[in-house]
């Protein structure tokens, strides 16, 4: 089975595979300095509740924007699965297509792996939103050619900036707002409006904006954890894809391992 492990600025999601079939998936808190004997205390009874063992993992691929992170989850593998992990856009797992910005190097280990699923899974011309802690917007062609893309403050940061930097300004959580009216009431209606339907906004303008650009149809493909938030109240999603990330290390390493 294979484990993929996706590290992002806010969480690390492990997904355990059988074929191209998720088995489990489990989520922490990324924290660069946890070492590689936390994370086998916490995955490993996590592991043995799915009835799985060490024994059950032959393959392992990392995908990470955390540099730091990195040199604990290869520990991870070598010492409690007895891998080498495979490294998404490295050695056997590197990149395929094309990256036609000004540095490819600089381009985020998840966008990447989410253009590699996108264009296994949709075809075509395909903007992909990924909502992290960042929102990235990232444009692929029909022939699957990164091609270039929009980075926005995701809008728990925006939320955050707004509260942090107002003296009298509550903590909300975020949430589709009640019935459709633009006018608050209140101070907590009014901050979850402008937030909310101000994302709603940006997204939809900046989409329209991408495709009258790319001059062809193009599919909006949405994933992320607040992609379903967003999904009720925008038509903009072609598809909503939770598992876009995942699915493209699995691709990754089935070409890894077919090399």
């Known amino acids: 089975m294979l484990l993929a492990v996706d590290v ?114 949709y075809f075509g011309d395909l903007i992909v939103i990924d909502f992290g802690t960042a929102t990235t917007f990232d444009v692929v062609d029909f022939k699957g050619a990164y091609k270039g893309g929009i980075i926005a403050p995701g809008i728990n940061l925006s939320l955050d900036a707004l509260v942090n930097n107002t003296a009298k300004l509550p903590r909300i959580a975020i949430e589709a707002p009640r019935g459709n009216s633009l006018i608050g009431r209140n101070t907590e209606d009014q901050m979850l409006i402008g937030v909310y339907w101000g994302y709603v906004a940006m997204m939809e303008g900046l989409i329209a904006r991408l495709r009258a650009e790319i001059g062809r149809p193009a599919k909006v493909v949405a994933t992320g954890g607040l992609a379903l938030l967003f999904d009720k109240h925008t038509e903009i999603f072609d598809a909503v894809d939770a598992d876009l990330t995942l699915e493209g290390l699995a691709i990754l390493a089935a070409k890894a391992d077919a090399a």
């Open 8 to 121: 992002g600025n806010t969480n690390v999601v492990f997904a355990l595979f059988e074929g191209r079939e998720i088995r489990a998936r489990w989520r922490i808190a990324t924290d660069p300095r946890r070492t590689a004997d936390e994370y086998a205390v916490w995955l490993l009874q996590l592991l043995a509740i799915e009835g799985r063992g060490p024994g059950d993992v032959d393959r392992m691929i990392i995908s990470t924007v955390v540099p730091r992170a990195r040199h604990n989850l290869a520990v991870l593998g070598q010492k409690y699965f007895g891998l080498t992990p495979l490294f998404a856009g490295e050695g056997a797992a590197d990149w395929d297509f094309p990256i036609e910005v000004e540095a490819p190097r600089s381009l985020g280990a998840d966008r990447a792996v989410n253009a590699v699923a996108a264009h296994a899974k």
